[in-house]
């Protein structure tokens, strides 16, 4: 059993847990990710390891309620457990070399981009971030990015807080100026990280996508992470769980990476709802 240490909610629908995890927490990396379990009958969910604390035995978990799992997990507070925490799984991010980075997070994606920016504050590199979400109420980990940036762009898609827009209003003004980065690196929504790969295109600049499709067993087994890249003209097939998350943005299929990743929609949708049902004859 793993144990709760620490709970806080960002906004309304984002809950960060610390989890007691020492053999987890001795070896994670940015972009790593868990698959975790509340309990013996649960379903396995896979989410990005959004920090940890090698001293304390610790690792940050950040989630999204969106389905009847993760429903489940918000329903706990400190000093319950969850069955399985395991991991780390997955390749850490590249970022061995870079001096001048810019990270696009949107909404949740923004946990999977801090502790990168976090390591690459640490290393040295200039880090230019810039974080988008639907409104104010929604927005998470402000002050987090501002101490590891050297500059910090925040935009709502209602103009509520921040700059008014998307993420690739900040960034285009980058590249039109003449700013050259390292390598871009984006995570969030699909749409929005394809548009800011296309965005970057023209560029030549690397970009880095976190990709986060349906996954089961997180070993390469199941099939059901696949996702397609276009290689040299040639169309190949690889696996987020044990070739990602990471990506060259510029190879993703995006397309069929949403159409696969909606797949389940209407099945979330219904067992949230149940689990929600179940929660209430219970009260």
């Given at each position: 059993?793993?144990?709760?240490?620490t709970?806080?909610?960002l906004n309304?629908?984002?809950?960060?847990?610390e989890?007691?995890?020492?053999?987890?927490?001795r070896?994670?990396e940015p972009?790593?990710?868990?698959?975790?379990r509340?309990?013996s009958?649960g379903?396995?969910?896979?989410?990005?390891?959004?920090?940890?604390?090698?001293?304390?035995?610790?690792?940050?978990?950040?989630?999204?309620?969106v389905?009847a799992?993760?429903?489940?997990?918000?329903?706990?507070?400190?000093?319950?457990?969850i069955?399985?925490f395991?991991?780390?799984l997955?390749?850490?991010?590249?970022l061995?070399?870079?001096?001048?980075v810019?990270?696009v997070?949107?909404?949740?994606?923004?946990?999977?981009?801090?502790?990168?920016?976090?390591?690459?504050h640490?290393?040295?590199c200039?880090?230019?971030?810039?974080?988008?979400?639907?409104?104010?109420?929604?927005?998470?980990?402000?002050?987090?990015?501002?101490?590891?940036?050297?500059?910090l762009?925040?935009t709502?898609?209602?103009g509520?807080?921040?700059?008014?827009?998307?993420v690739?209003?900040?960034?285009n003004?980058?590249f039109?100026s003449?700013?050259?980065?390292?390598?871009?690196?984006?995570?969030?929504?699909?749409?929005?990280?394809k548009?800011v790969?296309?965005?970057?295109?023209?560029?030549g600049?690397?970009?880095?996508?976190?990709?986060?499709?349906?996954?089961?067993d997180g070993t390469g087994?199941c099939?059901?992470?696949?996702?397609?890249?276009?290689?040299?003209?040639?169309?190949?097939?690889?696996?987020?769980?044990v070739?990602?998350?990471?990506?060259?943005?510029?190879?993703?299929?995006?397309?069929?990476?949403m159409?696969?990743?909606?797949?389940?929609?209407d099945?979330?949708?219904h067992?949230?709802?149940?689990?929600c049902?179940?929660?209430k004859?219970g009260?």
């Amino acid at each position: 059993m793993y144990k709760i240490v620490t709970k806080k909610e960002l906004n309304p629908t984002v809950t960060m847990m610390e989890i007691e995890a020492p053999f987890v927490a001795r070896k994670a990396e940015p972009g790593q990710f868990i698959i975790l379990r509340v309990d013996s009958d649960g379903e396995r969910i896979p989410l990005t390891v959004a920090g940890y604390d090698r001293e304390r035995g610790t690792v940050k978990i950040i989630f999204q309620i969106v389905g009847a799992t993760t429903k489940k997990l918000g329903e706990l507070n400190e000093g319950d457990s969850i069955s399985d925490f395991a991991g780390p799984l997955g390749v850490p991010t590249h970022l061995e070399g870079l001096k001048d980075v810019c990270i696009v997070g949107g909404g949740v994606g923004c946990a999977i981009a801090l502790p990168i920016a976090e390591k690459l504050h640490r290393m040295g590199c200039r880090v230019t971030s810039i974080i988008g979400f639907r409104n104010k109420d929604l927005v998470i980990l402000e002050d987090e990015f501002r101490a590891c940036s050297d500059e910090l762009n925040i935009t709502t898609d209602d103009g509520s807080y921040g700059r008014a827009g998307n993420v690739c209003m900040p960034l285009n003004e980058y590249f039109a100026s003449g700013k050259r980065f390292d390598k871009v690196i984006t995570i969030g929504p699909l749409i929005m990280m394809k548009f800011v790969v296309e965005a970057t295109r023209p560029t030549g600049i690397p970009c880095d996508v976190s990709m986060n499709p349906i996954m089961i067993d997180g070993t390469g087994m199941c099939g059901g992470c696949r996702l397609t890249l276009n290689q040299d003209g040639k169309r190949v097939t690889k696996f987020a769980c044990v070739d990602g998350p990471d990506f060259n943005g510029y190879e993703v299929d995006f397309d069929e990476a949403m159409s696969r990743g909606a797949m389940y929609r209407d099945f979330e949708r219904h067992a949230y709802e149940a689990a929600c049902n179940l929660f209430k004859k219970g009260e």
